[in-house]
C-alpha cells in the first residue's frame, strides 16, 4: 500500500465492529470511528480489534451473548449506553475493567473510549462470566 493510501488517526487500520439498533446512532458511531481510520466490520467475524455494543438491543435483546463472543476471542469491547446505573453496575461486575460509555457522548469521548477499550484483555474477565446464563444482564 503506497504512504498516501494508509489509514490515518488513532484508529487507523482497526477493524471495528458496532452493534447499536438505533439506525442514525449506528451511522454516527460509524461515521466518527471512519474519520478516525477505522475499518468497520459488518459481521462478528475473527480479525476484529474492537468492539462498541449498545446494551440493550430491540424487543428486549440484549447484546451480552456478542459480548461473550468477543471476549471467548479475546477481543475488546465497550458498552454504549443511555441505561442508568442499574444496568451498567451489573455489567462492571461481569466483564471488569470494561468500558462504559454514556450516551450521549461527543465525536472524541467515543474515540477515546474505543482507543482505551483497545487496551483491556476481556479474557481476564471471562472465567466467570461463562458461569453465567446468556442474556441476562444481571
Not at 442508568?84 to 469521548?109: H, M, N, Y
Not at 487496551?119 to 474477565?125: E, G
Amino acid at each position: 500500500m503506497p504512504p498516501s493510501a494508509r489509514p490515518v488517526g488513532r484508529l487507523a487500520g482497526k477493524r471495528v465492529f458496532v452493534v447499536e439498533d438505533n439506525y442514525f446512532i449506528r451511522r454516527w458511531i460509524e461515521e466518527c470511528l471512519r474519520a478516525e481510520g477505522a475499518v468497520i466490520a459488518s459481521l462478528l467475524t475473527r480479525g476484529l480489534d474492537v468492539g462498541v455494543l449498545d446494551v440493550r438491543l430491540n424487543d428486549g435483546v440484549t447484546s451480552v451473548p456478542m459480548a461473550l463472543t468477543l471476549a471467548a476471542r479475546g477481543v475488546p469491547f465497550l458498552f454504549y449506553t443511555g441505561h442508568s446505573a442499574d444496568v451498567t453496575e451489573p455489567l462492571w461486575s461481569r466483564f471488569k475493567g470494561c468500558q462504559i460509555l454514556a450516551k450521549p457522548a461527543s465525536a472524541e469521548d467515543l474515540v477515546v473510549a474505543v482507543v482505551a477499550a483497545m487496551a483491556w484483555s476481556p479474557r481476564t474477565s471471562l472465567r466467570d462470566e461463562l458461569k453465567r446464563p446468556v442474556g441476562k444482564i444481571s
